[in-house]
Each structure stands twice: as C-alpha cells, then as structure tokens.
C-alpha cells in the first residue's frame, strides 16, 4: 500500500504534468475549462505540504493576476513571467519557458517598479494567525501606484523561514522584496 506523502506526491506530479499539457493547448481551450485550468494551482496548493512552496505559489498568482489584468496577456503565460522576473529556479513552481513568456517579463519589468511581501504575526484568542501582504508598485499613467493584497491565514501555513524569525528572534514582521532583484 502506497504511504499518504508517497501518494500525494504522486497525485501533485499527475496534475502538473496535465497542468502543463493543458498550459500548453490553453488559447484553443473553451472558456470554462480555462477556468479550470486556472484554478489548478488553487487545488495544488492545497494538497502541498511545503509552506515555502505554497506561499511562493499563492503569491506568484497574484502577481500573474495582476500583469493578465494590465498587460491584458493570457494567466498561464503572465504566471511563467512572474517566476522570470522574480528569478524563480525551483523546478517544482517551473514550466518550459516560451518566447511569450520572456516578452511578457520584459512588459512587466517596465510596468512593475518593486513587489514586496510582508508576513505579520497577529495574535488572536484562538491561537496564531497570520498576514501576509502582498504589495505591487508599479507606473499608471506615469505616476506611482499600489496594488495590495491582504490575506489572513493560519500560522502553520507561514513559510518556516518566517515562524522561524518570530521563534528565534521574536520577529514580528517579515519582508521579502521579489523584484527587483538584488
């Protein structure tokens, strides 16, 4: 009998390699299996245990979300621009790069000033809690503008670097800056 971790693991790497495929039919699919092509990183987030790697992916899909609305390009694409810009090497998060792709990450590199993320501890009655804070500067109309996202989620969904930041050294806000690079 297959062990859980050994099984879910072999369930994530079937719905990557169908999310690739249908990444790659994805301008002559119908509408609503668009819809469900682009909400497959949604469920593979939830079986992922990695809490490195479900952050890294939640919040490369709001930066995706955010270049398909201002650059008006196709998600799976803008998501594949995202991991170019922010310099993503994990082969887990990673697809073929296309031409598009590399296109899209230089539009989004001229529209996109700075993207930061910040974890804060919030503490509640019913034990720990997080936020994590996802901000985009970037040019509208030749002047600054912010695009923020706030999710509050639960303390053992927080990437261990940040749990272990507040543990070790009662951190109670965590910033990571994704592009640009340093």
């Not at 990437?159 to 340093?182: A, C, M």
Request: proline share 5%.
């Amino acid at each position: 009998m297959t062990e859980e971790p050994d099984l879910v693991q072999l369930i994530r790497d079937n719905f990557h390699e169908i999310l690739r495929y249908l990444q790659q039919q994805y301008d002559e699919l119908p509408p609503e299996l668009k819809k469900v092509v682009e909400s497959i990183p949604d469920f593979l987030s939830d079986i992922e245990t990695d809490s490195q790697l479900i952050n890294k992916r939640e919040v490369y899909q709001i930066i995706a979300e955010f270049l398909h609305k201002n650059l008006n390009e196709e998600l799976p694409l803008c998501l594949d621009a995202t991991h170019i810009i922010c310099g993503e090497d994990d082969p887990r998060l990673l697809k073929e790069r296309t031409e598009d792709a590399e296109k899209i990450a230089e539009d989004a590199k001229e529209l996109i000033l700075t993207i930061k993320v910040h974890y804060e501890l919030l503490k509640r009655s019913k034990g720990l809690k997080y936020n994590r804070r996802t901000e985009i500067f970037y040019k509208k109309k030749n002047q600054p503008a912010l695009t923020k996202v706030e999710e509050k989620l639960d303390w053992d969904r927080a990437p261990s670097d940040v749990r272990s930041g507040y543990l070790n050294e009662e951190k109670k806000i965590s910033t990571f800056k994704l592009y640009p690079i340093e």
